[in-house]
């Protein structure tokens, strides 16, 4: 048995992303494969979604200033065989355990610093920065490219390491719901679907374009919290956030799903769009579904390519068999072999 550590601040932020699906999902994928080890969180005071854990340490301070003091130390951190920062907005301080280890997500503040605040992209960089000098900090990544990236950066090529994100399947499809839902707001039998918080890097702003210039194409529905920024999106059905059940009803009633941020670090939702079985339109930035031929690509920045691409999406082959194909092309992306990528990371430490 070992004990991990893991920091949820993700779980107490105000616009859950896929970091916080990511952390909800690991420590799902961790329950189930592993229950014999003692799952130990920690965190701003928060109310938790029913996460399995073996237990929970709240920090009272309000998120940001806790965020700033786990720039220079582990407070909270309990004593564990395995710190694992869930992100780089986790502790990287000076605590001597077993092995540390840390999800890095991507690098956009770099590649896009448009899409964040100055002190943002000050704050991810000084942390990276930290990261990289610690030395011994075993790094997962979700794909290659970021690894070559990390690599050519300084970091320890043995230090490095893919993992898998997973999709979830334990969620009770909700039709009734949603069927209810598309009615009251008009949507009819055939629609497209884009999930995702609304903000300028979503590029629904274009996207919106792209689906005026159509009109006579199906509706495009959307999901997803509020974000940040002002972002145009007349034309589009905005549905909010929707329970887990809803979602995963709504995913599979789509005609076809549609995901074209101008950048990624992975891109779950068009991942969940495969699982569900839909056809896909996504942008060439999404890391998750480069070099599928089964899946409509498009440039994020070209408005008219978009629109071209609303059009061969609906074209693409859905019958049953299509559909269990893009089903299986997913099939090992669940949070339990999330949970034993992360674990085979951490074999490095020796059972008590």
């Known amino acids: 048995?070992?004990?991990?550590?893991?920091?949820?601040?993700?779980?107490?932020?105000?616009?859950?992303?896929?970091?916080?699906t990511y952390v909800r999902g690991l420590i799902s994928g961790l329950s189930e494969v592993s229950p014999e080890n003692r799952i130990l969180g920690f965190g701003p005071r928060s109310e938790l979604?029913?996460?399995?854990?073996?237990?929970?340490?709240?920090?009272?301070?309000?998120?940001?200033?806790?965020?700033?003091?786990?720039?220079?130390?582990?407070?909270?951190?309990?004593?564990?065989?395995?710190?694992?920062?869930?992100?780089?907005?986790?502790?990287?301080?000076?605590?001597?355990?077993?092995?540390?280890?840390?999800?890095?997500?991507?690098?956009?503040?770099?590649?896009?610093?448009?899409?964040?605040?100055?002190?943002?992209?000050?704050?991810?960089?000084?942390?990276?920065?930290?990261?990289?000098?610690?030395?011994?900090?075993?790094?997962?990544?979700?794909?290659?490219?970021?690894?070559?990236?990390?690599?050519?950066?300084g970091f320890p090529r043995d230090?490095?390491?893919?993992?898998?994100?997973?999709?979830?399947?334990?969620?009770?499809?909700?039709?009734?719901?949603?069927?209810?839902?598309?009615?009251?707001?008009?949507?009819?039998?055939?629609?497209?679907?884009?999930?995702?918080?609304?903000?300028p890097r979503k590029n629904l702003e274009r996207l919106a374009a792209a689906k005026r210039s159509r009109p006579d194409l199906p509706p495009l529905v959307m999901v997803g919290p509020d974000g940040w920024g002002s972002t145009d999106s007349t034309g589009l059905?905005?549905?909010g956030p929707q329970s887990a059940g809803v979602l995963a009803a709504l995913g599979e009633?789509?005609?076809?799903h549609v995901f074209v941020p101008i950048a990624e670090g992975w891109g779950l939702p068009a991942v969940e769009a495969l699982a569900a079985g839909r056809p896909l339109l996504a942008s060439s930035s999404v890391p998750s579904v480069q070099n599928r031929a089964?899946?409509?690509?498009?440039?994020?920045?070209?408005?008219?390519?978009?629109?071209?691409?609303?059009?061969?999406?609906?074209?693409?082959p859905d019958s049953t068999v299509e559909r269990r194909m893009r089903q299986h092309s997913v099939a090992d992306l669940t949070w339990a072999n999330c949970a034993n990528d992360h674990l085979a990371v951490w074999s490095q430490v020796s059972p008590h």
């Open 1 to 20: 048995m070992i004990s991990i550590a893991l920091n949820l601040d993700q779980l107490a932020r105000r616009q859950p992303g896929g970091i916080t």
């Open 49 to 153: 979604g029913g996460e399995q854990l073996d237990s929970y340490r709240a920090i009272h301070l309000p998120l940001p200033v806790l965020t700033r003091l786990w720039s220079q130390s582990d407070l909270g951190l309990p004593s564990a065989d395995i710190a694992h920062a869930t992100s780089l907005a986790g502790p990287l301080g000076k605590k001597k355990f077993a092995l540390r280890s840390i999800f890095v997500h991507d690098l956009l503040w770099r590649d896009y610093p448009e899409f964040f605040t100055p002190r943002g992209v000050r704050f991810h960089e000084a942390k990276y920065q930290k990261l990289r000098s610690l030395g011994q900090v075993q790094v997962l990544v979700g794909t290659t490219a970021l690894a070559d990236r990390l690599a050519q950066d």
């Open 159 to 199: 230090h490095i390491h893919l993992s898998r994100l997973g999709i979830n399947t334990k969620v009770n499809v909700d039709h009734e719901a949603a069927a209810e839902l598309l009615s009251r707001v008009g949507v009819p039998t055939e629609f497209f679907l884009t999930v995702g918080t609304r903000e």
């Open 237 to 239: 059905i905005g549905l």
């Open 253 to 256: 009633r789509a005609t076809a």
């Open 294 to 316: 089964d899946v409509i690509l498009t440039d994020p920045l070209d408005v008219d390519a978009m629109a071209d691409a609303l059009e061969r999406v609906l074209a693409l």
